[in-house]
């Protein structure tokens, strides 16, 4: 491959920077300056870029926040992608691991590791993943308890059992720190929900955690916060689970896939290589350590 290519690959800088730093002679092939970009190169060559050396790894991981209002695909016609919001320069071989909707937010890995991606994805893998909600209307015990005994969803959905925590509601400022770009509609319902139900601070206490309680009752009854941890993956799998109760997911955001939790420096539409330590999880989790 050609030497710019080989440092684009790695993320080193935007192709037409390399290009510049190759010819002003900052980059080395087996210990020998080349200021050729287009120069021919293989994976196991040496090469070092300012002095560092680069190694060329053949497996990428990168964790997005992906925000609201973008498709998980690969490329669109018409609508921006989650690839969009990666370098321009990026390798060409990247997809998103699974689907997150258009609205909705969070964890998102992308990588161009087909295998890991298969593994991870694959029905009986059953690799847990988190997410936060907001709810139009009241979650209480009977719908943790039902989403915890495994629900028909609908014809084609009979969902695994899955774990739902009911939070004390956020105040507005909260639920924005947490949900990026907050509907209208949500934010009318929170503030219904602190003005009209005038909820105290005992009443929230009550529902700091639903685990190892008994029977509570949500917050508010206009609208809930609660994480969820499903073990599958279906289309709109959270969004039909609730809608199979008579209730909406107003909000929804991915914050754990497996071991890999969202790194909360990452503002929407931001992305950074996976840590080594994260590659060593993510790769764990697919059974590939
Ligand atoms: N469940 C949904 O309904 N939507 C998502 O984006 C992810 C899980």
Redesign the pocket.
């Known amino acids: 491959m050609r030497l710019d290519k080989f440092l684009a690959d790695m993320n080193m800088d935007s192709r037409s920077n390399l290009k510049k730093a190759i010819r002003k002679g900052n980059v080395t092939v087996n210990g020998s300056q080349v200021k050729d970009p287009g120069a021919g190169v293989e994976r196991t060559d040496r090469i070092t870029y300012f002095g560092q050396e680069v190694r060329y790894e053949t497996e990428q991981y990168i964790m997005l926040n992906k925000p609201k209002g973008v498709l998980?695909a690969t490329m669109d016609k018409k609508q921006e992608t989650v690839m969009d919001l990666l370098d321009p320069d990026r390798r060409k071989d990247l997809f998103p691991v699974g689907?997150?909707?258009r609205?909705?937010t969070g964890l998102l890995l992308i990588t161009n590791h087909g295998e890991l991606a298969h593994r991870l994805l694959r029905p009986k893998s059953h690799v847990d993943?988190t997410?936060q909600a907001l709810i139009r209307g009241c979650v209480d015990e009977k719908i943790v308890e039902a989403f915890a005994g495994g629900l028909q969803v609908d014809a084609e959905l009979s969902a695994m059992p899955a774990k739902l925590v009911i939070h004390p509601l956020p105040t507005l400022q909260e639920a924005e720190e947490r949900f990026p770009d907050l509907e209208e509609e949500t934010r009318a319902l929170l503030e219904q929900a602190w003005m009209e139900e005038n909820l105290s601070a005992s009443n929230q206490k009550d529902a700091t955690s639903s685990e190892g309680k008994g029977l509570q009752n949500c917050p508010s009854k206009v609208i809930s916060y609660i994480s969820i941890t499903?073990h599958e993956?279906?289309?709109?799998?959270?969004?039909?689970?609730f809608e199979a109760v008579d209730m909406e997911?107003v909000e929804?955001k991915?914050i754990t896939m497996g071991g890999l939790t969202l790194d909360d420096d990452l503002a929407p539409g931001e992305s950074r290589a996976l840590t080594e330590e994260e590659v060593s999880i993510i790769l764990s989790d697919g059974k590939l350590l």
């Open positions: 998980t689907r997150l909707d609205d909705t993943k997410y499903i993956g279906k289309f709109h799998q959270i969004k039909r689970m997911v929804l991915r």
